[in-house]
């Protein structure tokens, strides 16, 4: 599985002028041209997620052929361009090397609360993807009556116009999952609780990020708060498995 397309006008081309592989090194400089926020610890992350497989060298050093480098790439625009999980990245590498088209969704902006942490106030926002009530109970499949209880525990927060993030379809399909087994909205309030402690930690890193008056600073805190959360979610989920076994054993 290692074929990708070339990316067209933002292909990072050969990995090296004699096509042998590169190191890690080499690889982070082609790389910058078009992302100035990617860094070595953002490219072993994709490597330990499956998303590239370089070759080593006896010693262990990480080798990069041209084609693991446009496979770099091709994920990175993703989550640039459509801030698409890594498993849906993954999923579309493997149907591009089966040879399938793959139709990727609209350009989309970042979730509110995260544009919010990695702007500052005079800054220029983009504006993300926002749906409407009517919009919201059909995506969802969900009574008004049911949508009514979860913003009274505020697991569900429409804006001021009363429009609602994107996000918010992915939450109410998972509360509804949730209450089959019995959880009702009241016991969600402490994952809440704890989604918005993780939140401020990620904050506490990213804030004096995106206060910089340099551009490509502030878009390194926009990279670095993605990949705290992306963080953030899987040590959760796996003090959770950790818990269950001690308590299930």
Known sequence: MRHTPTGGAGSTGAASSGGKPVSIGTVLTQLREEFPEVTISKIRFLEAEGLVEPKRTPAGYRKFTA???????????MQRDHYLPLKVIREHLDALARGEQVQLPAPAAPSRDLVEGMHGPDEERPTAARIGRAELLAAAEVEEAA?????????????????????AVTIARLVTDLGRFGLEPRHLRAVKAAAEREAGLVEQVVAPLRRHRNPQTRAHAEATARELATLSVR?????????????LP
């Open 67 to 77: 084609e693991d480098v446009e496979r770099l790439a091709n994920v990175l625009r």
């Open 147 to 167: 949508l009514a209880d979860w913003e009274s525990y505020g697991l569900i927060v429409p804006d001021a116009d009363g429009s609602y993030d994107i996000e």
């Open 235 to 247: 040590l959760h989920a796996a003090l959770l498995q950790t818990a269950l076994r001690v308590r």
